[in-house]
């Protein structure tokens, strides 16, 4: 449908070419209004403005933008996430990793981040459990810009850190490392579809086998976590074995998966030995 001035909101609704919950996410971010808004407005009318702009969304979603960065934001962990094209949208999956943490820190604990992109895990680990000390690291500024604004609109305190996986941390010592890293295959298939068109291929491929970013940070981090301290990593859903494998080698103990809520074991981790 084309969408002009006078068309109402109830006809809207029904009316755009895309699936409804979509479809209600651009209507509330072209018009400012919440979802109960749009119930009560449902005989308002569409300015010229509205109708244009509302228009020019539509084509970006159908042209396969993100609609996380067309409205520039994306709810993780029950929390706001300030969302653009320098990072990567953050999944329900990586949730997983987000509970496994707090599960695992003791008070006042010192927890690493390291690829914080938006910042999902670290904000939303800082922002639940306000006594832990948490660092998180990214190579990029334009992620670290992203990352410190969710920090401080969902009131964490976190550290921020431009740093190349471990080369900026100098002696620093933690308690849990935590990473969602680029674990994509270069050249798999689904590097060419959907929202990770569109995503920084840094945050999501190493450019390599899938498993040279998750080598790296297995064999740093002990050199980082103190004695017992948990390793755990975010990996794709046939690299669960070969994580093992390589914690394993590295002489963690503990070695497990964890499934996200798709089935999918997700995480894997263990403790510096
Ligand atoms: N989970 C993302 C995806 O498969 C990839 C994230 C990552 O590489 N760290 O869409």
Same mark, same amino acid.
């Given at each position: 449908m084309k969408i002009t001035a006078g068309t109402t909101v109830q006809a809207l609704q029904a009316g755009l070419p895309l699936d409804p919950l979509e479809n209600r996410i651009l209507l509330c971010h072209a018009l400012r209004l919440t979802r109960v808004g749009l119930i009560t407005n449902a005989e308002r009318a569409l300015t010229r403005e =509205?109708?244009? &702009?509302l228009d020019a969304l539509v084509a970006r979603r159908q042209a396969g933008e993100p609609i996380?960065?067309?409205? !520039?934001?994306? =709810?993780?962990f029950g929390l706001p996430f300030q969302v653009g094209p320098a990072v990567l949208i953050p999944r329900p999956d990586t949730e997983l990793i987000v509970e496994l943490a707090l599960e695992r820190l003791a008070p006042a604990a010192?927890? &690493?981040d390291m690829g914080t992109g938006s910042g999902a895990i670290a904000v939303a680990v800082a922002h639940t459990r306000p006594d832990a000390v948490v660092t998180a690291l990214d190579l990029s500024d334009d992620a670290l810009h992203v990352a410190r604004a969710n920090a401080s609109a969902n009131r964490a305190n976190v550290r921020f850190l431009r740093s190349d996986w471990f080369a900026a941390l100098g002696t620093d010592q933690f308690d849990l490392i935590a990473s969602n890293p680029p674990y994509i295959a270069s050249g798999d298939e689904h590097l060419a579809q959907g929202d990770l068109r569109f995503e920084p291929s840094g945050a999501l491929t190493d450019f390599a086998d899938g498993l040279s970013a998750l080598?790296?940070?297995? =064999? !740093?981090a002990p050199a980082h976590l103190v004695a017992g301290g948990w390793l755990l990593l975010e990996h794709g859903y046939d690299q669960a074995a070969a994580v093992r494998d390589a914690l394993l080698d590295a002489g963690y103990t503990e070695v497990q998966s964890w499934r996200d809520l798709g089935g999918i074991e997700r995480v894997s981790g263990g403790r510096r030995g």
């Amino acid at each position: 449908m084309k969408i002009t001035a006078g068309t109402t909101v109830q006809a809207l609704q029904a009316g755009l070419p895309l699936d409804p919950l979509e479809n209600r996410i651009l209507l509330c971010h072209a018009l400012r209004l919440t979802r109960v808004g749009l119930i009560t407005n449902a005989e308002r009318a569409l300015t010229r403005e =509205e109708a244009a &702009l509302l228009d020019a969304l539509v084509a970006r979603r159908q042209a396969g933008e993100p609609i996380a960065y067309i409205v !520039g934001q994306r =709810e993780f962990f029950g929390l706001p996430f300030q969302v653009g094209p320098a990072v990567l949208i953050p999944r329900p999956d990586t949730e997983l990793i987000v509970e496994l943490a707090l599960e695992r820190l003791a008070p006042a604990a010192r927890m &690493l981040d390291m690829g914080t992109g938006s910042g999902a895990i670290a904000v939303a680990v800082a922002h639940t459990r306000p006594d832990a000390v948490v660092t998180a690291l990214d190579l990029s500024d334009d992620a670290l810009h992203v990352a410190r604004a969710n920090a401080s609109a969902n009131r964490a305190n976190v550290r921020f850190l431009r740093s190349d996986w471990f080369a900026a941390l100098g002696t620093d010592q933690f308690d849990l490392i935590a990473s969602n890293p680029p674990y994509i295959a270069s050249g798999d298939e689904h590097l060419a579809q959907g929202d990770l068109r569109f995503e920084p291929s840094g945050a999501l491929t190493d450019f390599a086998d899938g498993l040279s970013a998750l080598h790296t940070i297995i =064999e !740093g981090a002990p050199a980082h976590l103190v004695a017992g301290g948990w390793l755990l990593l975010e990996h794709g859903y046939d690299q669960a074995a070969a994580v093992r494998d390589a914690l394993l080698d590295a002489g963690y103990t503990e070695v497990q998966s964890w499934r996200d809520l798709g089935g999918i074991e997700r995480v894997s981790g263990g403790r510096r030995g």
